[in-house]
């Protein structure tokens, strides 16, 4: 090891935009500070990433969001690796975006999703916990006077060859922290393949707490004095609250008064969110309900299969003659496919405590972003960004619901503005965060294929009608209605979301339909429905060809080896080819996004009165590097949980303008009863980094609809499957 | 004004009777393990223990809960978190966002009093409650291990 440089030297980590118009710079000195983070009194900090206990305890700092997909474990290993420390006195400090902007962002992005949360923050993670050691061993060096290359650490016990001295990091942190760190870009990171700390099934760190109650969500902030908000939008998505009778509901217990939280929304305040909600419901409300009340399931339906012959068309991508192609062809398929509006459900539901004072703005909120969380607390408050914190809590539950559109920030705040000194939490009801969610947007696909005499494929026309996220969140970033955002999955391009399959003519066009109903990213976003669209259409086409749905997909796949090597992955263990017990059908699929590669075998049965039991699903993953095998496991089964509700149950339908499933009553989800045994093969791959809470569940509900497809003969293509006759 | 045996303590809480003992336990106690989910009893986030038996407690008026009941939370079922349900859950990492796992817990935790050795259709039967991270098959896993099925 080389001794460390005396040089400050500065380095640039990416361009990454934070949301919600937060402009904060990106230089990251990895400057010598004081440890400032609460509970790291007497430890040292011997970089932003690493701060050291007497007692040798190593508190490794996470900037990323936890809400359940395991980053602050996966995290922590990855500094943990380079550092070498001792996994047993690990623990973990969330650090705030207050913190994050007063250092220049030296820790970097904090949004966490779009499944990037290791993988765009592995390298200057483990660069951190690379000089965090380095600067140890050099303490421990200049301590006993000899080359640091002379000292060796493991398990966080730093040895002196020749001497046979020993020290612990505990013991040198805070002479470590005044020296000046290395060059980080010099830093030889350790070969994945020689990991001893990442890349294991190590246990979660955030386990314990949340077994015995002590965990605090946002929902369970207790401050003194605190009051508490229920709150009611419009249920008409773009309505607008008229008038209220306050004096209705005056002289309720523990009522302090109504809130007009913006045009479309209004509160109570109470003493106990109880009693806030009891007075809310009791409370007298006109609402306009604008021209949205016209709108239902059935007129955007008619709106979307306009799209599917309209002129105004989006063509993604154009290779040949598509359309030529698949007139000319021996034998033509067609199908048009649709998935609905779907909500999020998150358990812990939409809530923030905010707290204002005439110099400061503090929120204690669950946020993927809490960087964007803190602007929309300062844009809101009008408070400096400087003078306001975000206390961010682990998520009950984000699957993208929390993240760039900080709407429930920005309620909270116009509600605590006034009660001025006096923090204010707001809960929204159940029914609330069901009938005002950014839902999964709607869309219809119709698509055509030629096969020739000998059953190859030589042409696939795929159209989508449908809403688009990026028009409803920024609407800068569509032109004339071209955005391949929603079209997921279908790229060309190697890297995030390629198609696995080489077409010889291909079309691939996107018609945007928008609607009153606001959209935003659902956990796999677009991956999901265009999942379902190209799966099991190609299952329509193999079948239509005579052939095997694997051996099919096998022939269009010799240019993407990764994209095969998952699906044979995943075909070897889930058995395909071999006997099923009667009545067991297998359905197969592939997909790829968020840099990941997926496939799926499903084992499905249908009874005679068209029940669905999904009996055992087998789910293959090449994510690249695998930084905490039995977390990506957990991720896989989850992933089924949450796919199997969509395709099961799922769908949110519109009446005069609103959301129709407002509880888990009508929107229900998957319970333990129908979960399928589920086994993951994490396919060894060591060049690239994949992400792992998305991906995988795309290829769930097309596996199982080719595996019903099997079963009966007849495909599906409509979701949810409770409203599909099987028999 | 009401009297509640929580967790071993006897608690006088001033509330509206018609109040859903969940807001009691989370607003007038002040234990936040027990949550709220649905306020519908679909979800079972607001489980606890009455008198042995599982229980949600976002649909129960606290006007119906009687001096005498034993009530306990997550927080009561054990002093160190050693339950059994506790330590398979912690040997199997059931949780992910863990917002759910208090109720899971409390339903695992009343299912095997009443049932040391469950089967997988026992379990199917009592461990109704959503989780929306789908931790269900390391559930099932757990509720045999805590029966003692596997050694935690």
């Known amino acids: ?727 | 004004m009401a009297k509640l045996n929580i967790n071993g303590r006897v608690r006088d809480v001033q509330v509206e009777a018609d109040t859903p003992l969940l807001w009691v336990i989370r607003e007038q106690i002040g234990l936040t393990g027990t949550k709220y989910g649905c306020g519908v009893a679909q979800c079972g986030a607001c489980s606890v223990h009455i008198n042995d038996q599982v229980v949600r407690t976002c649909v129960l008026p606290v006007g119906s809960v009687k001096a005498t009941d034993r009530i306990v939370t997550i927080e009561g079922l054990s002093a160190t978190g050693s339950h059994p349900v506790q330590k398979a859950w912690a040997a199997l990492d059931v949780p992910q966002c863990g917002y759910c796992q208090s109720g899971q817990i409390m339903a695992a935790s009343a299912l095997l009093k009443r049932k040391p050795k469950p089967t997988d259709h026992d379990i199917d039967d009592a461990m109704t409650n959503i989780c929306r991270c789908g931790t269900y098959q390391r559930i099932r896993e757990a509720v045999h291990m805590a029966a003692g099925r596997k050694q935690a």
């Open chain 1, 1 to 727: 090891m080389k001794d460390i440089k005396l040089s400050r030297r500065r380095f640039i980590v990416g361009t990454a935009a934070a949301g919600g118009g937060l402009a904060v710079g990106i230089r990251m000195p990895l400057g010598l500070r004081a440890a400032e983070a609460q509970g790291t009194a007497a430890a040292a900090e011997v970089n932003a990433w690493v701060v050291v206990k007497p007692d040798d305890t190593c508190v490794i700092r996470i900037a990323r969001s936890e809400m359940g997909q395991g980053t602050r474990t996966g995290l922590a290993q990855l500094v943990a690796e380079e550092l070498e420390c001792d996994w047993k006195k690990v623990a973990t400090e969330s650090i705030t975006p207050g913190q994050n902007l007063a250092r220049e962002r030296v820790w970097g992005e904090m949004a966490t999703g779009g499944s990037r949360g290791i993988r765009t923050s592995h390298d200057y993670v483990r660069r951190g916990g690379a000089a965090a050691r380095m600067m140890l061993l050099q303490a421990a060096a200049d301590e006993w006077k000899v080359p640091v290359a002379e000292v060796s650490v493991a398990d966080g016990v730093i040895t002196h060859a020749g001497t046979g001295r020993r020290t612990t990091y505990g013991k040198v942190a805070a002479a470590a922290a005044k020296l000046t760190p290395p060059d980080l870009k010099s830093i030889k990171l350790r070969d994945p393949k020689e990991w001893k700390i990442a890349g294991k099934p190590m246990k979660r760190l955030d386990t314990a707490d949340k077994l015995d109650g002590s965990k605090v969500f946002a929902i369970d902030v207790k401050l003194p004095g605190m009051l508490h908000a229920a709150i009611k939008a419009c249920p008409v998505f773009g309505g607008k609250l008229v008038s209220y009778d306050e004096a209705k509901i005056s002289g309720r217990p523990g009522v302090r008064r109504v809130v007009k939280v913006n045009d479309s929304t209004i509160a109570v305040v109470a003493d106990t969110w109880w009693r806030a909600r009891s007075a809310l419901e009791a409370l007298p409300i006109v609402w306009d309900e604008g021209p949205g009340a016209s709108q239902s399931s059935a007129t955007i339906g008619k709106h979307l299969e306009e799209g599917l012959a309209a002129k105004d068309v989006y063509a993604f991508r154009n290779e040949g003659d598509a359309i030529a192609a698949i007139q000319g062809a021996a034998k033509k398929v067609e199908a048009v496919y649709g998935t609905p509006f779907l909500a999020h459900a998150t358990m812990e539901p939409m809530n923030c405590t905010v707290k204002l004072s005439a110099e400061r703005a503090e929120c204690w909120v669950a946020t993927q972003n809490s960087e964007a969380s803190l602007a929309a607390l300062s844009e809101q408050s009008g408070v400096p960004l400087a003078k306001c914190e975000v206390y961010r809590h682990d998520l009950g539950g984000g699957f993208g619901r929390r993240g760039g559109n900080q709407d429930y920030v920005r309620q909270a705040v116009n509600i605590a503005k006034h009660f001025p000194d006096v923090p204010v939490k707001m809960i929204w009801s159940r029914e609330e965060d069901m009938g005002h969610d950014f839902y999964r947007p709607i869309s219809q696909c119709k698509l055509a294929a030629g096969l020739d005499d000998k059953g190859a494929l030589v042409g696939l026309h795929v159209r989508i009608s449908g809403q688009s996220i990026n028009a409803f969140v920024n609407p800068a970033l569509v032109t004339n209605g071209q955005d391949a955002r929603q079209l997921q999955g279908y790229t060309d391009k190697p890297g995030d979301a390629q198609l696995g399959y080489t077409v010889p003519s291909l079309l691939i066009e996107y018609v945007m339909r928008n609607t009153h109903v606001p959209v935003g990213p659902w956990r796999g976003v677009n991956t999901n429905q265009n999942a379902v669209y190209m799966e099991c259409f190609i299952e329509e086409v193999a079948r239509a060809a005579g052939a095997d749905s694997l051996e099919f997909r096998r022939a269009l796949m010799s240019k993407h080896p990764k994209h095969l090597a998952v699906l044979n992955a995943a075909a070897a263990k889930g058995d395909w080819g071999k006997p099923l017990p009667a009545g067991v059908h297998r359905g197969i699929a592939q997909f790829m996004g968020y840099g990941s590669y997926s496939a799926a075998i499903a084992e499905v049965s249908v009874s005679g009165e068209g029940k669905v039991k999904v009996h055992r699903m087998v789910l293959a993953l090449d994510c690249g590097h695998a930084v905490n095998p039995d977390q990506i496991a957990a991720q896989v089964e989850g992933s089924v949980a949450y796919g199997l509700s969509a395709a099961l149950y799922g769908e949110c339908t519109v009446q005069n303008g609103r959301m129709t499933e407002l509880n888990f009553d009508r929107y229900q989800l998957l319970r333990l009863a129908e979960m399928p045994k589920v086994e993951t093969v994490i396919v060894p791959s060591h060049d690239f980094w994949g992400g792992v809470g998305e991906p995988t569940i795309s290829v769930v509900t097309p596996a199982v609809l080719n595996a019903i497809f099997a079963a009966t003969g007849k495909p599906v293509r409509t979701l949810p499957l409770k409203n599909v006759t099987l028999v």
